[in-house]
């Protein structure tokens, strides 16, 4: 009688350990499904936003703003031409012997992009903790952050060996199934979701969308921002101010033949797509 209650309890206690990994499994697949999503997010948003984008250095990306190439960015030559290039140097000459202008350009707005990412986690952001899950540190760590103990499989086991039996295979398990071989270099030590968030914070250029300035021959004082490719807006003095590649104060400005203050004037900061999109792939990689 004795040994059949040993053997009952055992398989109860199994019972309770599967169980309780089911639950805690449903929480952490739930984490894991956000890199599915984010990656999905990132693969429609190539096919319709940057399919389009300059292949190579060849062609002209003035229009397009973007490089299929990730490592690219499109710079400005001059108002007439800019290509995607791994790097630029500002005032180099080239084999034409032209003058680079060399600023980075890309395409303002990611809404669609931000929308999709933020649907991926939303439900996540803050979740709703299970007491008995809370209780195990492994579990709780995972629950929170969604990231691995220690960040790699060997950490991670010389951390199990802290806990009782119980928690200890608990520890293994989680070990087993959720942690990488080798520790992941992510941005943010919290995982992917503060990362993407980061990604918002850190994305951004100035707005040169349709309601800034065409050329130089309306002032840009109210929107103090330019759509042409390199142009900047820039002081003539307290009433006027135009878009343009140069200006330098004291001296005469080709545009009027007067002299300019030259302040630079700095439009509203929106989100740079490309830069997200760079930003949020490194996420998904790395964390």
Not at 62 to 70: A, D, G, H, L, N
Not at 239 to 263: F, H, I, M, R, S
Request: charged share 25%; proline share 5%.
């Amino acid at each position: 009688m004795v040994r059949t209650a040993s053997v009952l309890s055992s398989i109860a206690l199994v019972s309770a350990q599967d169980l309780f990994l089911q639950r805690l499994e449903t929480v952490v697949d739930a984490r894991g499904a956000v890199h599915t999503c984010v990656n999905k997010c990132l693969a429609d948003d190539h096919t319709k936003h940057f399919s389009n984008c300059e292949a190579d250095g060849s062609t002209d990306c003035s229009t397009t703003k973007c490089c299929q190439v990730v490592t690219d960015t499109c710079y400005v030559k001059n108002p007439y031409w800019s290509s995607c290039q791994p790097s630029c140097k500002p005032g180099h000459v080239d084999e034409q012997g032209d003058k680079w202008d060399c600023t980075p350009i890309s395409p303002t707005g990611c809404v669609h992009l931000q929308a999709c990412m933020d649907s991926c986690h939303s439900s996540l952001a803050e979740p709703e903790e299970d007491p008995e899950l809370a209780e195990e540190p492994v579990a709780a760590d995972l629950q929170v952050t969604g990231t691995c103990t220690g960040g790699s499989k060997s950490v991670c086991y010389q951390s199990c060996a802290q806990f009782d039996d119980y928690s200890k295979h608990v520890c293994e398990v989680l070990c087993d199934k959720y942690c990488p071989d080798e520790p992941k270099d992510c941005p943010n030590k919290n995982g992917l979701v503060a990362c993407l968030s980061d990604c918002k914070d850190t994305s951004t250029t100035t707005d040169s969308g349709s309601d800034c300035e065409k050329d130089g021959s309306t002032s840009c004082l109210n929107s103090k921002c330019c759509q042409a490719p390199g142009a900047k807006c820039f002081t003539k003095n307290p009433y006027w101010a135009a878009c343009t590649g140069e200006c330098t104060p004291g001296k005469v400005n080709p545009l009027d033949g007067q002299v300019w203050d030259c302040e630079e004037l700095k439009g509203k900061q929106v989100c740079d797509s490309y830069e997200y999109r760079k930003c949020a792939s490194e996420c998904a990689t790395r964390c």
